[in-house]
């Protein structure tokens, strides 16, 4: 592994199993996807309405031609805060392999530039509390645990 040799891009459609695969590669994953082939509808749907949106970018990290990492970035208008913009960092993942590679402090730095290009003021994620690890890495990047977060599932 050689982490100067990752590459930051838009994801395309064959990116997709292997992204799936990254969001299934985890305890909590594992209870939540369906990385086999051939891969859901409801996949190839979801994949369809984030690259048609201009306000979501899908990113992936790439060595060589394999995909190692991938994280979605969602861009929030917002009257609040003076019409700011937020970024919403979502789905961070890293194949097995790459973790403490330093490749999740880049990729972070890649989306927060991304965010930067689109006039963002603020980047914001949430991460589940079962990740204390991610909660690290988070505080680690300068992220300050500010809000609560609620989900109701439908």
Known sequence: MNEDKINFRKADNADLSAIVAMLA?????RLREAPELPLAAAYKSAFKAIESDPNQLLGVAI????VVG???LS???GIARKGAWRGQIEAVRIVSDYRNSGLGQRMFEWAI???TS?????????TDKA????HRFYE???FKATHEGYKLAL
């Open 25 to 29: 590669d985890d305890d909590l994953g």
């Open 113 to 115: 530039a991304q965010c």
């Open 70 to 72: 991938t994280l979605q």
């Open 131 to 134: 990740r204390p690890d991610a």
């Open 140 to 142: 680690k990047l300068g």
């Open 63 to 66: 060595a060589g031609d394999r």
């Open 118 to 126: 689109r006039e963002c003021t603020l980047v914001q994620l949430t």
């Open 75 to 77: 861009f929030i208008p």
